[in-house]
């Protein structure tokens, strides 16, 4: 067994089951998953409404901009280390994930939690103002400046946005967000077999709720965001490489242990 900061969140098992005989059956499934999702985000659907009007003034944007590079990137990465813990928590319930082993569990989340937090942002993005929930208020790119890392920021809301416009239900985003994990193609995983059934199940279930929803042309666009969100995550990566060249000991001593186990 390898040593993780995955590990606290990941026993005990979670008290859910799902009945043996009803496991592969696709509306259940969904109902778990889509169970799952609801108890682990941040914010919910009615909640996010309500706050739509609430956004960032300009002096509030200029003292995130004032902020010194290694600042920000400390705070934005305190940040995006919370919304990963709530995909951990996520994670773990989805049934055919908690059944893997705690190696092949830890390695779909380092590979995958960023991919489902950005999925998850598109649940908080203002596509009338391309703005994001971040901090308590709605934020644009801007905000983000002094991370200088413009590119990669707008690239993310250009995800958002588009992803944002496929009007996904929170069902169908529930069960998209496990399809993304539950990904047989990630690096270092001991039993492949296991995970491509556990992934294959979710499918079924995607492709039911698609169908009952009758908006099965949604499939291949999802499908193809799934690219766009591996080109993300590399490019996530080469700036936390450029940041760490520039601020070591930032990285070091600062950042939350959990995230420079995932990205570092
Ligand atoms: C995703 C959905 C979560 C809430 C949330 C918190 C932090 C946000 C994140 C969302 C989206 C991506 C985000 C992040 C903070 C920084 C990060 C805006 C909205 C951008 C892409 C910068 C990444 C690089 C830093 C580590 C420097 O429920």
């Not at 705070?75 to 908690?98: N, S, W």
Request: aromatic share 10%; proline share 5%; with cysteine.
């Amino acid at each position: 067994e390898q040593s993780s900061h995955l590990i606290p969140a990941l026993p005990p098992a979670y008290p859910y089951s799902v009945e043996p005989e009803l496991q592969g059956c696709p509306p259940e499934l969904s109902a778990s998953i889509v169970r799952s999702h609801r108890e682990t985000t941040q914010y919910r659907p009615e909640e996010l409404q309500a706050l739509r009007w609430k956004v960032f003034s300009r002096e509030e944007i200029h003292a995130y901009q004032s902020k010194s590079v290694d600042e920000m990137w400390q705070h934005c990465a305190v940040r995006l280390t919370d919304a990963v813990q709530y995909v951990v928590e996520f994670a773990k319930r989805i049934p055919g994930f908690r059944q893997l082993g705690q190696n092949d569990q830890i390695a779909l989340l380092k590979s995958g939690s960023m991919e489902v937090v950005l999925v998850r942002m598109s649940r908080m993005f203002n596509t009338e103002n391309n703005t994001v929930f971040f901090d308590g208020k709605f934020a644009g790119t801007e905000l983000f400046k002094s991370l200088a890392c413009g590119d990669l920021i707008a690239a993310v809301f250009d995800f958002a946005h588009n992803l944002c416009a496929l009007r996904l239900t929170e069902q169908q985003m529930a069960v998209f967000t496990a399809l993304v994990l539950l990904n047989a193609d990630r690096p270092c995983l001991e039993d492949r077999e296991r995970v491509q059934r556990a992934r294959r199940d979710v499918e079924l279930a995607l492709s039911h709720i698609l169908h009952r929803d009758n908006q099965e042309s949604l499939l291949h666009k999802l499908y193809q965001r799934v690219q766009v969100l591996k080109s993300l995550c590399a490019l996530h990566i080469e700036k936390l490489r450029w940041f760490r060249q520039l601020y070591p000991l930032t990285v070091h001593s600062l950042f939350p242990p959990l995230y420079k186990e995932l990205f570092g």
